[in-house]
């Protein structure tokens, strides 16, 4: 069964530095999304992208982040000064183009250290 | 704002039913979700329903949405200790498709 990947799985970085966070969706999956999950509390929505655009991002999406589609394959996830609170496990999900409420499917996630 | 709320803990033996609970806020969702992550592992989609529907079975998988008292449940019969995990609720709105609000996690342990 197709699946979203990522890489790396585990990622330690020293605070201020910029760090790329990389995912495969779906081949034939054309929405594409960052959540995050900072130890001990809820998955949170960080951005929706579609149509090489971001389609929606909240509150927590700030200038130190920002996302891209380099080549038909990639998502990545750039945070540009990282911070001790950026430490969390970062999601890609993807879901098909039916319908933007289609299911999402996750990938296993990178946990993100700063130190 | 929408919130998903979810009991944290939940215990059963190897053969019971298991129950997981889940409230949300939102009455536009349209769109409810259980996840299951394994440990180290990402969020794996077990199943969905519209908000339309008031039940869904999937094999050992029943799903009960109560769109009156927005209650959903997720009842896994025959519960095994591979179904040890944790379990999470997730619920989407049409007007922002994609953008799932998640439960905080029920973690099911199963004992033999």
């Known amino acids: 069964e197709p699946e979203v990947t990522q890489t790396p799985s585990h990622q330690v970085t020293q605070m201020g530095q910029e760090v790329i966070l990389r995912c495969v969706p779906i081949?034939?999956?054309?929405?594409f999304y960052w959540y995050r999950q900072i130890l001990g509390q809820k998955v949170e929505f960080l951005v929706s992208?579609?149509?090489?655009?971001?389609?929606?991002k909240s509150e927590i999406f700030d200038d130190q982040f920002s996302v891209e589609r380099p080549d038909g394959s990639n998502f990545t996830l750039k945070i540009r000064s990282t911070k001790l609170e950026d430490s969390a496990m970062y999601f890609c999900?993807?879901?098909?183009?039916?319908?933007?409420?289609?299911?999402?499917?996750f990938g296993n996630g990178t946990r993100l250290t700063v130190t | 704002g929408e919130d998903v709320e979810q009991s944290l803990f939940l215990s059963v033996r190897e053969g019971d039913s298991s129950v997981i609970n889940c409230t949300y806020t939102?009455?536009?969702?349209?769109?409810l979700y259980w996840y299951k992550q394994e440990p180290g592992a990402g969020l794996q989609l077990l199943t969905y329903?519209?908000?339309?529907?008031d039940m869904k079975q999937d094999q050992r998988l029943t799903v009960l949405l109560n769109k009156k008292d927005k209650h959903l449940s997720l009842r896994i019969a025959d519960t095994q200790t591979g179904d040890s995990a944790i379990y999470f609720c997730?619920?989407?709105?049409?007007?922002?498709?994609?953008?799932?609000?998640f439960g905080q996690g029920t973690e099911l342990s199963v004992k033999p």
């Open positions: 999900a993807s879901s098909d183009n039916s319908d933007a409420n289609s299911p999402l499917h």
């Open positions: 081949s034939n999956h054309l929405y």
């Open positions: 992208f579609y149509n090489n655009e971001i389609s929606e």
């Open positions: 939102d009455s536009s969702s349209t769109y």
């Open positions: 329903i519209f908000s339309n529907m």
């Open positions: 997730a619920e989407s709105d049409y007007n922002q498709g994609g953008k799932l609000i």
